[in-house]
């Protein structure tokens, strides 16, 4: 699960990113407003932790310009705004919880965790004969269950929420492996040969194509 951290305090920031790291999720931080809105639009995260004062942007607006393009992906407000009217203004821009400054870690774990269950309980993605539950991270190949590591569950994942639409290398290795500076994407085949032959796709079932020199597209309508 990937979460967006929009803070533009370094130590805060910091201290989020290495707990959920530590606790197994991937984070991606923006310090400013518009950096928000900009990444919660590219790389589509799981989760946003928004604070209230941002420069550029206030973290209302960043909610409500989110909002209007994702009515889904939950986000909770870190603020040390604490009156109830503040409280109001914040759900009504469109988030989803409200966590005052200073917060305590297993607190903010917890909710994380609700907010998962609540909006992952249904979140099974397709292509073909092939069915990946997000909650429980499984993956169905034609109702067998397949093991996949967890960078290739994120890899066909990615994909997938993207299907029909070309991903380059680039949008793959910064949203799947969270890299931001120049790398040998050639690590990318490997993984997608690995998912390939555990899907088994038969030649007229190749729902994951290379575009040669760009990327790679997922799609089953053809």
């Known amino acids: 699960m990937r979460i967006l951290i929009i803070e533009d305090e370094a130590g805060i920031s910091n ?15 923006a310090v400013d407003g518009l950096q928000g809105i900009l990444l ?8 946003i932790l ?36 503040d409280t109001i203004e914040g759900l009504k821009s469109g988030a989803n919880d409200y966590i005052k400054k200073p917060f305590n870690f297993e ?3 917890e909710r994380i965790k609700i907010h998962f269950r609540n909006t992952g309980k249904n979140k099974i993605l397709k292509l073909g004969g092939v069915e990946i539950n997000v909650l429980k991270h499984t993956v169905l190949a034609n109702d067998k269950e397949i093991n996949f590591t967890q960078r290739e569950f994120d890899l066909l994942k990615y994909l997938i929420e993207n299907k029909r639409r070309v991903c380059t290398r680039n949008e793959i290795i910064e949203n799947v492996w969270g890299i931001h500076f120049e790398y040998d994407t050639g690590v990318i085949d490997v993984f997608m040969n690995a998912i390939r032959k555990k899907l088994n796709f038969k030649k007229e079932e190749e729902f994951i194509k290379t575009i040669r020199g760009v990327g790679y597209i997922a799609d089953d309508n053809n």
């Open 107 to 109: 607190e903010l774990l």
């Open 50 to 85: 928004l604070d209230w004062m941002l420069p550029k942007l206030t973290g209302i607006d960043v909610c409500k310009a989110v909002r209007e393009k994702d009515k889904t992906t939950p986000i909770l407000f870190l603020t040390a705004k604490d009156t109830v009217q």
């Open 15 to 29: 201290f989020l990113r290495q707990g959920l790291e530590e606790e197994g999720y991937e984070t991606t931080v």
């Open 40 to 47: 919660a639009e590219k790389q589509k995260p799981d989760l």
